[in-house]
């Protein structure tokens, strides 16, 4: 079946800085890959997707590229905001499952 | 336009009792999912239905849980009967898909039901 493997721990870091989340995946074939967000309170929200290999998923600055030689969908963003904090999933689909990661928490403070 | 809606927000119950989560799915949306998340054990999916038939349920963790479509446009989820560790956050989440493609479709989530049992 699939898996997925996120960074471990929380990331803190001040307003406008550079966020990188790390997400490498196993799944047979060609996953479709997503990332959804989790504002508190709040059930999961999709962030973006992307359905094959060197495709760019991109939504609200976030961006992520479809690494098939690596397997990875790593999620970035330039400049992040207070109103980013939120917990992140990675997601691989194949296999008839939706596969989410643990998830990483993000504080962006000001 | 109204997203998924679950209910209750939020249940506190006594070990022993029946629980029962609801959740009405995006008016035409066919699949929905129940998830249950746990900070040990991160978001799970226990079933989903396709057309209102189960497709998967492998998720569900033992006979007390049970899950029933009657419709298209409301979902059940029931512990019976509840116990501690059955304490959690459960979702529900609909899409659009037929039964192929539905895991390749974005998934639209509810707030929740955060269900804790004494």
């Known amino acids: 079946g699939n898996s997925v493997t996120q960074m471990e721990g929380p990331v803190t870091l001040s307003e406008e800085a550079f966020l990188t989340i790390n997400c490498t995946y196993t799944a047979t074939g060609y996953p479709s890959l997503f990332w959804y967000v989790q504002y508190p309170g709040e059930g999961l929200q999709l962030l973006l997707k992307?359905?094959?290999?060197?495709d760019k998923g991109s939504n609200k600055g976030f961006e992520a590229t479809y690494r098939k030689e690596t397997t990875s969908f790593h999620l970035e963003k330039g400049s992040v905001q207070v109103s980013d904090s939120a917990v992140y999933f990675c997601a691989p689909a194949g296999n008839n499952r939706l596969a989410f990661g643990k998830g990483n928490q993000v504080v962006v403070i000001p | 336009d109204a997203g998924v809606i679950q209910s209750p927000r939020h249940e506190v119950t006594e070990m022993g009792q029946e629980v029962t989560l609801r959740c009405k799915p995006i008016s035409g949306h066919n699949s929905l999912f129940w998830y249950r998340q746990t900070m040990m054990r991160g978001l799970e999916l226990l079933i989903y239905?396709?057309?209102?038939?189960?497709?998967?349920d492998s998720g569900m963790p033992e006979d007390r849980f049970s899950a029933k479509m009657p419709n298209a446009s409301f979902s059940t989820l029931k512990i019976q009967p509840s116990e501690p560790r059955d304490s959690a956050v459960y979702f529900c989440?609909?899409?659009?898909?037929?039964?192929?493609?539905?895991?390749?479709?974005?998934?639209?989530f509810g707030d929740g039901t955060r269900l804790s049992i004494l």
């Open positions: 239905f396709n057309n209102n038939v189960p497709i998967d």
């Open positions: 989440a609909s899409s659009l898909g037929d039964r192929a493609s539905i895991i390749h479709q974005p998934q639209h």
């Open positions: 992307a359905t094959k290999a060197d």
